[in-house]
């Protein structure tokens, strides 16, 4: 990031210290609302929504480790639908991905909409988190959980989803507004990024204090480690694929023969139907690895319980990055 500055933390904890930083954000900005993940009267999970009040941040919760779908559609028709509104977007960076190439495919300008994204402190599985709800002591304590974990680089991983195991890209790299919390100690302090000056004095951050180097070396120490563990962690799933699971053609005769695991994913990923579609009326594969494959970015919500226990996710992300590194 262009700009980086020391957000403190108070006795309120860092998920209200965040949400008093988004309410600024919307105040200095005029934002007509903001899409992020809120918790809801009678729901025991958080969902993206967009909220128009900025008193309704009360139940944002940008870092509950549950993800239930790629919000990055829903934003783009946002930014399509409503071009005159000044519209705020909290976002994990694998949705941020996905949405920059929506956005590249539809000839979408972004520019009036500010892009917020908070490191990913990884997800569980839905049950997994649902679990955890009906056992805290109150809703928001999986996120305090999460956030206090940070320091040393999440939750502990082989409880994540598969997705987030494999995932080495937990951070934003292009956010307008970067909410850094990996290798930091959240009860005292975040780091903000900033794309350029320009925004931190829009929102009245511009003179605030940068982090310490100490605590810049720290955070990259931590992200590194964790970067190891997951390709560690993505090499072994990767291993473990029977002959032929590793190959694209070894996905489209799955992916023929499956229909749930065809429906499924055509519900969840942003990019699949189109390329499938083509690859269905005949026996190329060329819109799936041209066009597909490499729009991935690394949701995970592909993954789901295969009724062949095909690792539909594993296989996928296997697959973007071969395409990604030129060697598929």
Same mark, same amino acid.
Not at 98 to 123: K, V
Not at 210 to 222: C, G, I, K, N
């Given at each position: ?30 934002? #007509? ?13 958080? =969902?993206?929504?967009?909220?128009? #009040?900025?008193? #309704? ?23 399509? #639908? ?8 909290? @976002?994990?960076?694998?949705?941020? *991905?996905?949405? *920059?190439? @929506? +956005? ?32 805290? +002591?109150?809703? %928001? ?53 900033? =794309? ?10 511009? &003179?605030?204090?940068?982090?310490? +180097? ?5 955070? %990259?120490?931590?992200? $590194? ?12 799933? %990767?291993?473990?694929? $029977?002959? !032929? %699971? +590793?190959?694209? &053609? ?5 992916? =023929?023969?499956?229909?749930?695991? *065809? ?17 269905? &009326? ?15 970015? !690394? ?19 296997? @697959? ?5 590194? !030129?060697?598929?």
């Amino acid at each position: 990031m262009a700009l980086q500055k020391l957000l403190s933390v108070d006795a309120s904890g860092p998920l209200e210290t965040t949400r008093r930083f988004l309410a600024q954000i919307w105040e200095r900005s005029a934002l #007509d609302g903001m899409f992020v993940p809120a918790w809801a009267a009678g729901e025991d999970d958080p =969902r993206p929504a967009l909220l128009t #009040d900025p008193a #309704d941040l009360k139940r944002a919760d940008p870092f509950a480790p549950l993800m239930v779908l790629n919000t990055a559609p829903h934003i783009a028709a946002l930014a399509a #639908d409503r071009p005159h509104q000044r519209l705020a977007a909290v @976002l994990r960076p694998c949705e941020l *991905r996905s949405l *920059r190439e @929506l +956005a590249r495919r539809q000839s979408l300008n972004l520019s009036g909409l500010l892009l917020i994204s908070p490191d990913c402190l990884a997800t569980f599985p839905h049950e997994d988190f649902d679990w955890r709800v009906q056992h805290a +002591a109150f809703i %928001e304590r999986i996120t305090d959980e999460a956030l206090h974990f940070a320091a040393q680089g999440g939750i502990l991983p082989s409880r994540l989803r598969p997705a987030c195991q494999a995932c080495d890209q937990p951070y934003p790299s292009d956010a307008d507004i970067l909410i850094g919390v990996l290798g930091l100690e959240t009860n005292h302090s975040l780091i903000l990024g900033f =794309r350029d000056e320009a925004l931190a004095e829009q929102v009245g951050w511009r &003179e605030a204090p940068p982090p310490s +180097a100490d605590l810049l070396t720290r955070r %990259e120490r931590v992200i $590194e480690k964790l970067r190891e563990w997951r390709q560690r962690s993505r090499a072994y799933a %990767e291993s473990h694929l $029977e002959e !032929g %699971e +590793a190959t694209l &053609e070894g996905l489209v005769q799955h992916l =023929r023969r499956c229909e749930n695991c *065809r429906n499924w994913i055509s519900r969840s990923c942003p990019f699949f139907a189109d390329a499938w579609r083509a690859t269905a &009326e005949g026996t190329h594969m060329t819109d799936l690895e041209s066009s597909w494959l490499p729009s991935c970015g !690394g949701c995970g919500m592909c993954d789901h319980a295969c009724p062949e226990d095909y690792p539909l996710s594993t296989v996928i992300g296997h @697959l973007a990055r071969r395409v990604g590194s !030129g060697a598929l």
